[in-house]
């Protein structure tokens, strides 16, 4: 089991940045697949970005490529999200997840077994 914890998230202004963290107990981060995805009202669950066990892969939405830094620190078992240069389209709430799989990097929300409650960002114009 895993627990997840996101924090981090706010209102920002339009073009603004924000560090989204995802605190995991219950196991070590390292042994899972991190990924994080938001969910805008009326819309499914979109993959946002992703990073394999030991931080060798990385994935990104197209929309967020050049915007977007994910990262983790296995030795306080936290993943993080670097959100720059951020858009309306961009507001939404933010879930981290988790994925038992190795030498891969799932978008599919399906595939992640672990989820945190989320945490809600901003976008003000």
């Known amino acids: 089991q895993v627990q997840l914890l996101e924090s981090g998230g706010g209102l920002v202004q339009a073009g603004g940045s924000l560090r989204l963290s995802c605190t995991a107990s219950?196991?070590?981060?390292?042994?899972?697949?991190m990924g994080w995805f938001r969910q805008a009202p009326g819309k499914a669950r979109e993959f946002v970005a992703a990073i394999s066990r030991i931080g060798a892969i990385t994935r990104y939405l197209d929309s967020v490529k050049g915007r977007a830094t994910i990262s983790r620190d296995n030795t306080k078992n936290l993943v993080y999200l670097q959100m720059n240069s951020l858009k309306a389209g961009d507001m939404a709430v933010y879930f981290c997840a988790a994925a038992e799989v190795a030498l891969r990097v799932p978008q599919r929300p399906e595939e992640y077994a672990y989820w945190g409650q989320g945490t809600q960002v901003t976008v003000s114009s």
């Open positions: 219950g196991r070590a981060v390292s042994s899972v697949c």
